[in-house]
């Protein structure tokens, strides 16, 4: 399916700095395109419609989107690995997934790869858009500072890569953006639950081992001794803290 460009509102919330920002949706489904070209046009978006993987890389490569609006199950190019490409080339661009598929594992496995937020399918409009919103806002309060250095460690968010002792470290795009979350807020508890909605992007899991799990990993990867953390601190009955 030939990609459509349509222009929204001249004004509203999706209008940045004077210029309309771009909302990518790749999305196979007509009937669906239409609801989601009008969700976003009448909040002052532009709005690029795309019915397949390839169409929709193409679209990415030759735009700047402030999201990218995915479905998984598209043609030419599927959605994971379509979020994935995304992500490699411009790891700041937020994507929120949309499908119909929601096992637990799926959405691990999304948010691995950089998936910013997950939607199922059918879904409440405002629900999406207030997902959307929110995933923009805190790519524009990501710090100026791509390159962040604690301890041995020397972490570059805009490139995705670190070091810990000058050998390199591999993260997940998803480890790449808990961390830049601690740095954010040195010395400050956060709760399992603020990590989950501010890092994850959605208000309730099924367990905040989610959570935990993810912070065992950066600790093996970066910590000098993961069995005493020197950075990321326990904070017992209250969450973890980022000590750098």
């Given at each position: 399916?030939?990609?459509q460009?349509?222009?929204?509102?001249?004004s509203?919330?999706?209008?940045?700095?004077?210029?309309?920002?771009q909302?990518?949706?790749?999305?196979?489904?007509?009937?669906m395109?239409?609801i989601?070209?009008?969700?976003?046009?009448?909040?002052?978006?532009?709005?690029?419609?795309?019915g397949?993987?390839?169409?929709?890389?193409?679209?990415?490569?030759?735009?700047?989107?402030?999201?990218?609006?995915?479905?998984?199950m598209?043609?030419?190019?599927?959605?994971?690995?379509?979020?994935?490409?995304?992500?490699?080339?411009?790891?700041?661009?937020p994507v929120v997934?949309?499908?119909?598929?929601?096992?637990?594992?799926?959405?691990?496995?999304?948010?691995?790869?950089?998936?910013?937020?997950?939607?199922?399918?059918?879904?409440?409009?405002?629900?999406l858009?207030?997902?959307v919103?929110?995933?923009?806002?805190?790519?524009q309060?990501?710090?100026?500072?791509?390159?962040?250095?604690?301890?041995?460690c020397?972490?570059d968010?805009?490139?995705?890569?670190a070091?810990?002792?000058?050998?390199?470290?591999?993260?997940?795009?998803?480890?790449?953006?808990?961390?830049?979350?601690?740095a954010?807020?040195p010395?400050?508890?956060?709760?399992?639950?603020?990590?989950?909605?501010?890092?994850?992007?959605?208000?309730s899991?099924?367990?905040?081992?989610?959570?935990?799990?993810?912070?065992?990993?950066?600790r093996q990867?970066l910590?000098?001794?993961?069995?005493?953390?020197?950075?990321?601190?326990t904070?017992?009955?209250?969450?973890y803290?980022?000590?750098?």
């Amino acid at each position: 399916m030939q990609m459509q460009e349509r222009d929204a509102a001249k004004s509203g919330a999706g209008v940045i700095l004077g210029t309309k920002a771009q909302i990518l949706v790749v999305e196979d489904d007509v009937r669906m395109q239409k609801i989601l070209y009008r969700l976003f046009s009448e909040q002052g978006y532009a709005v690029t419609l795309c019915g397949d993987g390839q169409s929709g890389l193409d679209a990415f490569r030759a735009g700047r989107p402030a999201a990218v609006v995915l479905d998984l199950m598209l043609p030419n190019i599927y959605g994971r690995d379509l979020c994935r490409m995304v992500k490699a080339e411009r790891a700041g661009t937020p994507v929120v997934i949309l499908s119909a598929i929601s096992e637990v594992a799926d959405k691990v496995l999304l948010f691995d790869i950089g998936a910013d937020d997950y939607v199922t399918k059918p879904f409440s409009p405002r629900e999406l858009l207030a997902r959307v919103q929110a995933a923009i806002r805190r790519t524009q309060k990501a710090p100026s500072a791509s390159v962040f250095r604690f301890g041995e460690c020397e972490i570059d968010f805009a490139r995705m890569t670190a070091q810990r002792a000058g050998e390199p470290a591999t993260l997940t795009a998803h480890e790449f953006k808990l961390l830049r979350y601690f740095a954010d807020h040195p010395e400050r508890v956060l709760s399992r639950e603020e990590l989950l909605n501010e890092v994850w992007g959605y208000n309730s899991y099924p367990t905040t081992r989610t959570v935990d799990n993810q912070i065992l990993k950066l600790r093996q990867k970066l910590e000098p001794d993961a069995a005493e953390p020197r950075y990321i601190r326990t904070v017992h009955g209250a969450g973890y803290k980022f000590i750098p």
